[in-house]
């Protein structure tokens, strides 16, 4: 079945820093989504991508997703307090489902 | 935020006993979720419904049932819970069909079992 990868598992950044995760995925998407988790709280959905090769930017964070369309990227530059979480992957591969990443789990050091 | 509660927010149980979880919307939206968060696995589809009493299997279904009388509820009931089923429960909806809209998450429920 459909296996979705992410990597780093956490990922300790000084503010200002920038961070990187990455998630990969066994089979080939039909688009694929990300959230972020602040520590207490619930998924909050960030942006969806459905084309080969498109980025998105939204203020710091820029989203990638693959030209194979097997993997995706969130970058976020110069680091924040306020961007700790964990940030989660949702793939979809045409079960009509989303299968989610482990998650990276984000923590900025003021 | 989506108008999306879960009662309770907090249970402690014991193995064996039976438990409801429910998850209320106000969006009127299709679709509705169960999934678990576990340390490690991210998160996990339990069960999913596309409509008043249309409901499938997610991945991880098993000692898991659930029921959908109302657009607005979607309950998960745990029928004899085990202590492998301790977990944060978070319920979802999405206005488009799964696997290509926005999910909305509600503030989730964290069930202990002893």
């Known amino acids: 079945g459909q296996q979705v990868m992410q990597i780093p598992q956490y990922q300790h950044v000084q503010e200002g820093e920038d961070f990187t995760t990455y998630c990969n995925s066994s089979?080939?998407?039909?688009?694929i989504q990300w959230y972020k988790q602040r520590p207490g709280g619930h998924p909050v959905f960030l942006i969806q991508?459905?084309?080969?090769?498109e980025v998105k930017k939204q203020k710091r964070l820029t989203f990638q997703f693959g030209e194979a369309k097997k993997n995706s990227s969130l970058h976020i530059t110069a680091t924040q307090t306020t961007d700790v979480g964990t940030y989660f992957c949702?793939?979809?591969?045409?079960?009509?489902?989303?299968?989610f990443g482990t998650g990276t789990r984000l923590k900025v050091l003021a | 935020d989506a108008g999306i509660t879960q009662s309770p927010r907090h249970k402690v149980t014991e193995t064996g006993t039976p438990v409801t979880l429910r998850c209320h919307q106000t969006?009127?939206?299709?679709?509705m979720y169960w999934y678990r968060q576990d340390p490690g696995h991210g998160l996990r589809l339990i069960h999913y419904?596309?409509?008043?009493?249309?409901?499938d299997k997610g991945e991880v279904s098993d000692g898991y049932s659930v029921s959908r009388s109302k657009t607005e509820d979607f309950l998960l009931t745990l029928e004899s819970a085990t202590s492998s089923q301790t977990s944060v429960y978070f319920c979802?909806?999405?206005?488009?069909?799964?696997?290509?809209?926005?999910?909305?998450f509600g503030p989730g429920t964290r069930l202990t079992v002893l």
């Open positions: 419904s596309y409509g008043v009493k249309d409901t």
């Open positions: 949702a793939a979809a591969s045409g079960t009509y489902k989303y299968i």
């Open positions: 979802a909806i999405s206005q488009g069909a799964p696997g290509t809209d926005t999910q909305y």
């Open positions: 089979t080939t998407l039909s688009n």
């Open positions: 991508l459905v084309k080969s090769g």
């Open positions: 969006e009127n939206h299709r679709y």
